[in-house]
């Protein structure tokens, strides 16, 4: 089909994956972030439902439909990115499969039933909301990155409410609110089952972690081994590249 881009957009392939999605860098592109929850997420693969919560430019849904053929559907609340979304779906002929919600997260178990879903992604935004001068003056960005919108509690327990019992809920996010994460998880019903930290470079600190966890499952946390993402000359690792190229 032909692509209409608007704005300061732009057409990028999308890492390894043989697809292109729509981005702009004044509103949203995809981090590393996306790249790896789609791959740390066990995915069903012929039979199931998955939602995707906070879905930007509609990045994960989008790698997620390499590794699955259920439909995925995606929920944005950003008018601007939710139509990147839908244009770069159709453009990848993959209307067949993904669908775009434009609306509010929380509204969700309301208007599409509780309980539906195998799995449900998250990329949310990571910060708590600071002092008004310290927000980013880019509405579209700001809410991406901060708990404008909607709060990590918000996020886990809407996550809850869609997943079925014994279906999977993943996130990405950031080490220093792992503690806020499993204590959520815990008060609504999804038990942290694995949890895996991302390190930029050895000797530094982890700056992600990828957690997954199970509607009413039993206590059980897997630490999977760490993914390291540079080398000491700022190459990605070969792990890291296996995961760009896998997507």
């Known amino acids: ?9 732009r057409l990028d392939h999308v890492l390894g994956s043989g697809l292109k999605i729509i981005q702009s ?14 791959h740390f997420t066990y995915v069903p693969f012929h ?31 950003q008018e601007r990115l939710y139509d990147m979304a839908k244009r770069s779906i159709m453009f990848n002929k993959l209307d067949n ?13 309301r208007t599409l039933g509780k309980g539906k879903y195998d799995l449900v992604t998250c990329n949310p935004p990571y910060f708590i909301t600071p002092n008004t001068k310290e927000i980013n003056e880019n509405e579209h960005l700001a809410i991406a990155r901060h ?18 019992e014994g279906g999977k809920v993943s996130l990405v996010h950031r ?29 530094k600190e982890a700056n992600i ?3 997954e966890g199970i509607k009413y499952g039993n206590p059980d946390l897997k630490i999977l081994d760490p993914i390291i993402v540079y080398k000491d000359n700022n190459e990605y690792t070969d792990l890291l590249r296996e995961i760009i190229d896998g997507n």
């Open 1 to 9: 089909m032909e692509l209409e881009l608007k704005y300061d957009e």
């Open 25 to 38: 860098p004044s509103v949203f592109a995809f981090s590393l972030d996306a790249a790896l929850l789609a």
């Open 47 to 77: 039979k199931g439902k998955i939602i995707d919560l906070c879905s930007g430019n509609g990045i994960i849904p989008i790698l997620l439909s390499k590794k699955t053929t259920v439909s995925i559907l995606g929920v944005e609340i």
């Open 97 to 109: 499969q993904i669908e775009m919600i434009h609306g509010d997260l929380k509204d969700m178990p």
């Open 147 to 164: 708990e404008i919108l909607c709060t990590l509690e918000d996020v886990i327990s809407v996550c809850s409410d869609l997943v079925k």
């Open 175 to 203: 080490p220093g609110r792992l503690v806020d994460i499993i204590t959520m998880m815990r008060k609504y019903k999804v038990e942290p089952k694995r949890l895996q930290f991302v390190y930029p470079k050895i000797g």
């Open 209 to 211: 972690i990828l957690i």
